[in-house]
Every structure is written in C-alpha cells, then in structure tokens.
C-alpha cells in the first residue's frame, strides 16, 4: 500500500460547490502540506501542520481552509470553488532523515470546476 | 520573499549528450531537494543537498550546491530517453536561527525532453 494516499483522485464539481480532498499517511510524519501545482508555475503552498495542533497558512490560502483530524490526516476544503481552483493538488508529509527534511508526496488529485 | 528560479524551462536534448538545468534562489539557505516528476505522476525525491559544496550522484544525474552563489546546478550525464521527465529544485530558507523552516519553495520545473 502506498505511504501517502489522496481521496478522490479526480473530481469535477461545479462552481460554488463545497469540496473537500482528503490525505493520509501511514509514514508516521508529524509535518503534512498541501499544495496545488499549475502547468508552468511549478508546485506552491496552501496550508501546512507541523502537528495536529498547529496548522499554518502557506502562499494562496485564500479561498482554502484544512483540518488535521489526527497525525495521519490532513484535509483541505474549498468551501464555495471557483474556476481558478481548477489544478492538482498533492499532499505531502515530511519527516527529518538524517539527510535532510525530505517531503513524501501523493498521487495527487485532478480537480476541475466548472 | 523566497524566490527559486530554475533555467531553461523546457530542454530538448538528444540521446548521449550533456546539459545542466541551473537553479538560482535569493535568500540564504543551505538545505536544496530535487525532485523529479514523471508525466501524470506525483514527485520523486532525488536528491538533498545540505551544505556548500555539496555534491550528490545518481546514475546519470549529478547535483551540487554553491550557497555562496546561491545556486544548485542538475547535471545530465549522457541522456537517455528514460531521463525525460520534468525537474523540480526546491529550496527550504533558512529561519533568523540559521535553521530550517520546514518549507520549500518551489522552482517552475524543467521539462526534459531527451529524443533518440
């Protein structure tokens, strides 16, 4: 089974509609993001939790909320989508290794509002 | 405000030949990841960088880290048509304690295209 996992991997939703993507982890990290990745503008940072009690904002929060429900999960919400929220989103979670604070990424989830 | 440039954005190389992707960043940092993303894939870690002069190798591919200048080089040793992919450099700033913040910082990618 795969260390990261995302929920649903595609979606298609219309505008104002509320949606929410989920992630999980069985790698056992503490730190979990999610950014969104656009084609040619690379991956960016909505929300980051470096434990279940604290979650911080990252570069384009607007229009975004989360919740970490427990060390393994780490949803992001779109509360009212809109078109320019159309794009992949990648959960990640992060762990010091010794060699560095590599970041784990999921699958990904295509989401497309129309 | 971090800013990662990476350069070129696209590559289109031929099977043998050498090339390096160059990633330039403006704040100090001494921790630099590659990653690697295949099309419709997620990201591959490939390499972590962690100090000046850092120098890492994998098969074909080697890193290194200047962070006196600011600058991480992708060397491409010898392409071959499995090394296309799109790169990716990420940076993780320094905090006002010299350490890590825990974030990156991405570059826009490198898409490599590397033809027969």
């Known amino acids: 089974d795969a260390d990261v996992t995302q929920t649903p991997r595609n979606r298609i939703t219309k505008t104002g509609k509320r949606i929410m993507l989920e992630c999980s982890q069985t790698k056992g990290h503490d730190r979990m993001y999610w950014y969104r990745q656009d084609p040619g503008l690379g991956l960016r940072l909505i929300y980051y939790?470096?434990?279940?009690?604290?979650?911080n904002k990252g570069e384009i929060s607007d229009g975004y909320s989360v919740s970490r429900q427990a060390q393994a999960k780490f949803s992001l919400s779109l509360e009212s989508a809109i078109p320019n929220q159309t794009a992949l989103y990648f959960c990640a979670t992060g762990s010091w290794q010794g060699e560095g604070d590599t970041q784990y990424f999921g699958p990904g989830t295509r989401l497309t509002v129309l | 405000e971090l800013k990662v440039e990476q350069n070129p954005l696209f590559l289109s190389m031929q099977e043998g030949k050498n090339y390096t992707i160059y990633c330039n960043y403006s704040t100090t940092s001494d921790r630099l990841y590659w990653y690697r993303q295949d099309p419709g894939k997620s990201l591959e870690s490939l390499f972590v960088l962690l100090s000046n002069g850092a120098v890492k190798q994998e098969g074909r591919l080697m890193a290194s880290l200047d962070t006196k200048a600011r600058l991480s080089t992708l060397h491409i040793t010898a392409a071959v048509h499995d090394l296309s992919a799109t790169y990716f450099c990420a940076v993780d700033a320094s905090n006002n304690s010299g350490g890590s913040n825990y974030k990156l910082t991405f570059g826009k990618g490198t898409l490599l295209t590397v033809n027969p």
């Open positions: 939790s470096f434990d279940v009690k604290d979650i």
